[in-house]
Nanobody, 122 residues
Framework: QVQLVESGGGLVQAGGSLRLSCAASGLTFSRYAMGWFRQAPEKEREFVAA????????SYADSMKGRFTISRDNAKNTVNLQMNSLKPEDTAVYYCAARPWSVVSTRDYRYWGQGTQVTVSS
């Protein structure tokens, strides 16, 4: 079965950086677009970033542009999210997700990881 396992979350001060990773198994990785989403307490889950199956196309939520970078390694079945200039409002559980089409989208993700907590202190 498909498994997505996130890692790399933690506590960081405002202005700092974190790198999240997601290891995927049980799927033909390069055929799936991959995305990162987040959910803060008492808020709805929101889109963060996505990358196409080939890695050639990326998409970001407006508030993350210029601060976050999504990348993938199809040889290792991993997708990463480099987060710089973190703000307290970035505090959330971050989820990795897989979409069974290679084209980037903010929707229609079928498989989800368990999430990793990111806490940014002021």
């Amino acid at each position: 079965q498909v498994q997505l396992v996130e890692s790399g979350g933690g506590l960081v001060q405002a202005g700092g950086s974190l790198r999240l990773s997601c290891a995927a198994s049980g799927l033909t990785f390069s055929r799936y677009a991959m995305g990162w989403f987040r959910q803060a307490p008492e808020k709805e889950r929101e889109f963060v970033a996505a990358i196409s199956g080939s890695g050639g196309t990326t998409s970001y939520a407006d508030s993350m542009k210029g601060r976050f970078t999504i990348s993938r390694d199809n040889a290792k079945n991993t997708v990463n999210l480099q987060m710089n200039s973190l703000k307290p409002e970035d505090t959330a559980v971050y989820y990795c997700a897989a979409r069974p089409w290679s084209v980037v989208s903010t929707r229609d993700y079928r498989y989800w990881g368990q999430g990793t907590q990111v806490t940014v202190s002021s």
